[in-house]
């Protein structure tokens, strides 16, 4: 999943677990908490720049422990 279909389909401080990989292409605009299996250097960096946060799936759930909230993007 490119960044920019994460950008249009998440908001400011959205939680987003995504059901493959996250991939650099375009830009995110705003921070958003994401889990995936895998994420690309360049897509880890510019989600950090951009104010977010890269969490394990489990830290996912500690953090939102009934899910409400969430979005999934596959």
């Known amino acids: 999943v490119n960044l920019k279909k994460i950008d249009q389909e998440t908001e400011d401080g959205n939680a987003v677990v995504i059901t493959g990989k996250i991939l650099g292409t375009g830009n995110i605009s705003h921070k958003v908490s994401v889990s995936s ?6 897509a880890a960096k510019k989600i950090k720049d951009s104010g977010g946060e890269i969490l394990k799936f489990s830290e996912m ?14």
């Open 37 to 42: 299996f895998s994420i690309s250097n360049s």
């Open 61 to 74: 759930i500690d953090k939102f422990p009934t899910g409400k909230g969430v979005k999934l993007i596959g």
